[in-house]
């Protein structure tokens, strides 16, 4: 039985959450709400270049979760890999992790506009599915936390042992 540091299925799986999400980013470009056709908060402008670069990001995340398991990625250097993809596992922590929190609170109804409407009267109490629309948000970038997390733990531990070989045999 192969060790968590041997898997490799956490980096194919986080490689499907990042195409995933380009998939999903291009269709909200392309099928922009009404808030965003609107001219929403930021404007138009602003959201498409927003969406941009999270596509890019997913696009060059999903490379690089592939290149954790891949002969190939060996070509390119352990921080170009192991940057980026550390960066993206803290991100969607930090994003995933407290709105699943405040959606737990939601649900349960101790906080029934969430936190903001605690400091806030003015925060409307959320509908059912404005509710439930954000759980799946939420859990949808929790669940890539879950994936990318495994997958760059795996590949710096990896990577660790191959840099102390080399170390030992140049010496």
């Known amino acids: ?3 968590i540091g041997e898997s490799r299925w ?3 799986a986080a490689f499907v959450w990042m195409v995933s999400s380009v998939v999903w980013h291009i269709g909200m ?3 922009a709400d009404d808030d965003v ?3 929403g908060p930021w404007g138009y402008t602003a959201y ?3 969406d941009s670069l999270i596509i890019i990001m997913s696009i060059v995340g999903a490379v690089l979760c592939l290149a954790t398991v891949r ?3 060996d070509r390119l250097s352990r921080r170009t890999v192991l940057a980026p993809i550390a960066i993206g596992s803290v991100l969607l922590i930090v994003r995933g992790v407290p709105g699943l929190i405040e959606n737990i609170f939601v649900l349960t109804g101790i906080t029934p506009r969430g936190f903001l409407g ?3 009267d003015s925060v409307e109490t959320p509908s059912t599915t404005e509710v439930w629309q954000g759980v799946a948000i939420n859990a949808y ?3 890539g936390a879950i994936l990318l997390v495994p997958a760059t733990i795996n590949y710096f531990r990896r990577t660790r042992a191959a840099v102390r070989v080399e170390e030992d045999v140049t010496g």
């Open 1 to 3: 039985m192969k060790s």
């Open 10 to 12: 956490a980096a194919y």
């Open 29 to 31: 470009g392309v099928v």
């Open 37 to 39: 056709a609107d001219g």
């Open 48 to 50: 498409i270049a927003y």
């Open 71 to 73: 002969p190939w990625g």
């Open 118 to 120: 605690v400091v806030d």
């Open 141 to 143: 970038f929790f669940v």
